[in-house]
DNA sequence: TTCTCTGCAAACGCTTTGCACGGAT
DNA sequence: ATCCGTGCAAAGCGTTTGCAGAGAA
């Protein structure tokens, strides 16, 4: 819970335990959850908390740099902590998106065709592995 | 508009007025728009064209690999002309989208992890090269 | 008739906004 | 008193669905 409230601090995000929960639960679960997700598992041991708090605490995660969202599909927004780039992959069956280790030094770009690059990302779309072994 | 028939029919899909004028409009505007700016831009001519119509003709074109959703935000869908895959770019301060001329070769795996890769994306933001030329 | 293309209107689902309460300084 | 984190409820907005009318085969 220190380090938790030191990477809010150092961030000027005054630590609140809601924000603390919300932080934890992204850095132990980096599953790319959905609002949803999130605010499902944490009502459990905060009766009270509110979806707009997970809204309210991811969109200030996000202008602080401390997440990314994911646009690997259109309806709901899902969120990473941010670590190294990486690249994800989305099962097209049962919906779950995995981390991919691959290298992406190739785009570590600054500059494409004269726009300025500030992210860059890179997914795929299949089936995974679970479900080609149940289709089998 | 020949052409355009022969692209539908190829694809077993009845060229209706309507679905022709959309597939012309995708064709001839790959500026990856958005459902309401391809609604928006034919009513212009067919004034009874309902945004349902474009919808069920999107999501047709979608089943049959004409055209693919972007993902690149998340809001809301951009659709794209299925051709040589490519890598797109967001600008972060204006909104447009660009194709960009990158080799994606490196991307053309059939399986990563133990998972079937169908499709590939990768996309960029950040500002381009009009919105950096404007700030100076 | 039968099939399917079309379109209005309502429903839906995720997200945002308005506003008020409550705790901390 | 002021600031700000929180949360309820309503609104917003893109998308989907239900259903009925129109048109072709």
Redesign the pocket.
Known sequence: MKELKKILEEKK??P????LKILEYLIKNRTHP???EIHRHLSRE?T??????V???L?LFMDKGIVTELTVE????RYDINTKPHAHFKCLKCGKVYDLDMDLSIFNLKEIEGHRIMECHVYFRGICRECLEEGK
């Open positions: 995000i005054f609140s335990f809601h924000r959905t609002v949803e905060i009270t908390l509110s979806k707009t708090t809204y309210n605490t969109k259109g309806t709901e927004s």
